[in-house]
Structures are given as C-alpha cells and as structure tokens.
C-alpha cells in the first residue's frame, strides 16, 4: 500500500490541496494518518475516494450528498455519469481502472472518446495527461510494474484496432517510411501513434518495433530506401549515448528524422525534428510530401 502526503494527492488527481482538507474536515470524507511529526497521510484508498468524489461532484452532486453515500452507490452514479460527460471524467476514470485493475472501465471510457473525438485528440488530449500521471504515480509509488503493464497493454490494443481500421491501400508511389525504437528503449505507445497518424495519410509502412538493434535497423534503411525515420525516446539515457546512436545512424541515413517521446520534448536539434505534438508529425509530412 502506497502512502501519500497532501501534496502528492494533489498532483495526482489536480484537486488542490485546500479542497481536499475541506472535503476532509467538513465532510469526513478522508481519515488520514499522522507521522510521528504530526504530517497528513493518505492510503490508495483515500486516492480512489477523492477520484470518484471528483467525478460526481463535476456531474453537479453536492459534495455533502456524495459524502452520504456508500462505495457501491458513488460507483453507480459515476457509471450514469460516464456516458453524459467524458470532458471531465475521463482521467479520473481511467486513474481508477489502473488503480482497481479494471479493464470495463477503461474500455468503457476510452471507446466513448473515441467515438466523440477520434483517436487523435483521444490520445494527445487525454491519454497523454493519464501517462504523464502514471508518472507521477510511479515517484510516489503508487502502482507496480503489473498496473502499469496491464494498462499499457490496454492502450497498446486500442491503437492497434485503429491502425487496422484504417484503410490499407497503399498508392504505388507512395512515400516510406520506417519506424523503430533504439536498443534501449520499450515504451511503445508514442510509436504506435505516429503509425497510425502515417498510416492514415497513406504512408507505406515499415514498423520495427521495440529495442531494434542499430545493425538491424541499417540492414532494413539500406533495403526500402525510406523517405522518413520515425523513434521515440521515452527512457532516460546520457547525451553520449543519443549522439552515439545518431552517429551510427546518420552514418548510413541522411534522410529526414524525426523523434519524439519524453527525452525530446525540451531539445532543440538541428540533426533531426523533434516531435513535441502530433502537429510536428504533421507538419514534416507535408514538408515531405
């Protein structure tokens, strides 16, 4: 069981501290424990609760009628609430599935994204912010590998049912380009979206996958001759080991490359793009095109 100052709380669910001392000492709705030094802290318990008070109290219940309900009956509003506004749920449900390992839930909510949004503004609107709270979770050691397994492999399915959804002919004259992640690197989820997001703009695909080796990665640049390489780097690696990895690259490919994922985000390079948004991704298509 995890254990949680206010402040933690805080940064998972974006309530801030304040309320939840309201939410506390009003209304009873938390009972957490003291250090030897007197400090609040919360149980995985607490975390849930102030989820699912988070949810009904953005459907329009007042907050001194969901502290009158039990468990059971918060559980079933939130799940008639579900389907009238994913806007402001949607995180804090999929929060929940992670936390109760609850594939229902998070296939519940995500179909109905997607179905209102489109998988695009899905994934950059809402998976994204839930991934960024994962990691936050993580430092506060919130969940395990297993959660954050099961629910990487949920998302995994989903992306993967979209990109086979999409139309697969492919124009005889249409533009290549080979996807892959580095040796070290297994966080799959950004690549997968950038297939899709090719994919669907009639790219011709080649997709390598996880932890390809650089001599693999040559054997197949050197083969289909693309006109974009696509990674993404999510793991925390030394600069020496990134510019290592594009010496070898660039030592056989002078193309265009594009990276994103956590460990580009705030670089600025001149040897390659950097993906910060699908937008990025976008914008080098139709520079390419």
Same mark, same amino acid.
């Given at each position: *069981?995890?254990?949680?100052?206010?402040?933690d709380?805080?940064?998972?669910?974006?309530?801030?501290?304040?309320?939840?001392?309201? =939410? @506390?000492?009003?209304?009873?709705l938390?009972?957490?424990?003291?250090?030897?030094?007197?400090? %609040?802290?919360?149980?995985?318990?607490?975390?849930?609760t102030?989820?699912?008070v988070?949810?009904?109290?953005?459907?329009?219940?007042?907050?001194?009628?969901?502290a009158?309900?039990?468990?059971d @009956? %918060?559980?079933?509003?939130?799940q008639?609430?579900?389907k009238?506004?994913?806007?402001?749920? !949607?995180? #804090?449900?999929? &929060?929940?599935?992670?936390?109760?390992?609850? #594939?229902?839930?998070?296939?519940?909510?995500?179909n109905?994204?997607l179905?209102?949004?489109g998988?695009?503004?899905?994934?950059?609107?809402?998976?994204?912010?839930?991934?960024?709270?994962?990691?936050? *979770? =993580?430092?506060?050691?919130?969940i395990?590998p297993?959660?954050?397994?099961?629910? !990487?492999?949920?998302?995994?399915?989903?992306?993967?049912?979209?990109?086979?959804?999409?139309?697969?002919?492919?124009?005889?004259?249409a533009?290549?380009?080979?996807?892959?992640?580095p040796?070290?690197? =297994?966080?799959?989820?950004?690549?997968?979206?950038?297939?899709?997001?090719l994919?669907?703009?009639?790219?011709?695909?080649?997709?390598?996958?996880?932890?390809?080796?650089?001599d693999?990665?040559?054997?197949?640049?050197?083969?289909?001759?693309?006109?974009l390489?696509?990674?993404? =780097?999510?793991v925390?690696? #030394?600069?020496?080991?990134?510019?290592?990895?594009?010496?070898?690259? %660039? !030592?056989f490919?002078?193309?265009?490359?594009?990276?994103?994922?956590?460990?580009m985000?705030?670089r600025?390079?001149?040897d390659?793009n950097? &993906?910060?948004?699908?937008d990025?991704?976008?914008?080098i298509?139709?520079?390419?095109?």
């Open positions: *069981m995890a254990e949680y100052r206010i402040k709380l805080e940064s998972l669910t974006g309530i801030k501290a304040h309320t939840i001392r309201m =939410w @506390e000492k009003r209304y009873g938390l009972s957490p424990c003291r250090t030897t030094t007197n400090l %609040r802290t919360y149980t995985d318990e607490d975390l849930q102030i989820l699912m988070s949810v009904l109290n953005n459907s329009g219940i007042k907050i001194s009628h969901i009158e309900m039990t468990t @009956e %918060r559980t079933t509003r939130i008639k609430y579900q009238q506004s994913l806007e402001h749920s !949607s995180i #804090e449900q999929f &929060i929940l599935s992670l936390l109760r390992l609850d #594939e229902e839930i998070f296939s519940s909510t995500f109905d994204l179905i209102e949004h998988l695009e503004h899905t994934f950059s609107n809402f998976i994204i912010p839930f991934l960024d709270r994962i990691g936050v *979770m =993580w430092l506060v050691g919130t395990n297993a959660q954050e397994h099961f629910i !990487s492999h949920l998302i995994r399915q989903k992306i993967i049912v979209a990109i086979d959804n999409l139309d697969s002919h492919i124009q005889r004259d533009k290549r380009v080979v996807l892959y992640l040796e070290h690197e =297994w966080h799959e989820l950004g690549l997968l979206f950038y297939h899709y997001i994919k669907k703009q009639g790219w011709k695909i080649f997709y390598l996958g996880q932890s390809v080796p650089i693999a990665l040559k054997q197949i640049t050197c083969q289909v001759k693309p006109d390489i696509v990674s993404s =780097w999510v925390s690696v #030394e600069e020496k080991i990134v510019q290592g990895h594009l010496s070898e690259l %660039r !030592s490919y002078q193309g265009d490359l594009a990276i994103g994922g956590q460990q985000i705030n600025s390079r001149v390659f950097v &993906i910060k948004s699908h990025d991704l976008y914008q298509i139709s520079r390419i095109a």
